[in-house]
Structure formats: C-alpha cells, structure tokens
C-alpha cells in the first residue's frame, strides 16, 4: 500500500512538472495610466487565456503566464487592443478606447490620433 501512495505521489510530482514547463512567461508593453487600466489590461489578458497577468503602471509592462499549446502572445496582445490599450504590436480598437474612462485615456500620439 505505501508503495502504491509513493509511485502515485511521484505520478503527481512529474504531472505538475510537465505542465510548469508547458508554460511561457513573457513581458508586453501595453499602454494606460492608472489603477482602472490596470484593472481592464489584466482582465483582457486573462479573458484570452493566461493563467497569470500582472501589470505595472510605472513601467507599462505587462507580465503573462501562458500555455503556447493554447493560447499565443500575438492572441493575448489582439484581446488587450480589442480593450482599446496599444500593445506593442496593436493599436487599441477606437471606439473601445473612446469609451475608456477619461483617465483611462493615455497621452502621445494615441490621444492625437483620436482627438
């Protein structure tokens, strides 16, 4: 019986190492302003399925954790314009980005475009 609990808890062990290799973790630039943006940039994040999404306002980095067998950056990044936030590879959608919240809307080039 022992026997039978240790090959099962090295069966668990070697699973969850697999799938903690099976992840990605990259960086993406995303742009926004305050604790609202944040709010909105981790949710679309984890809407396209990373398991994490953690970013900082400071910086502009966007930190995700993903499984490449099921989701991709360019998908992550697509979510996130489709929010109406740049990433480094997407412009926000226009009309998402006109109904973010007034301090929502980031400052450059993107505010000359649409105003």
Known sequence: M????????????????????????????????CGSCKKHIETAAKEAGASSAKWDKNTKILTV??????????????????????????TGDEHAYNNLDECCQYEGKRKKRYH
């Open 65 to 90: 954790v993903y499984e490449p067998s099921k989701i991709s950056n360019d998908a992550i990044q697509k979510k996130i314009a489709a929010t109406g936030y740049d990433t480094e590879k997407y």
């Open 2 to 33: 022992k026997n039978i609990k240790n090959i099962f808890t090295a069966i668990l062990m070697f699973a969850g190492i697999i799938s903690a290799q099976a992840q990605t973790t990259e960086r993406i630039k995303v742009s926004g302003n």
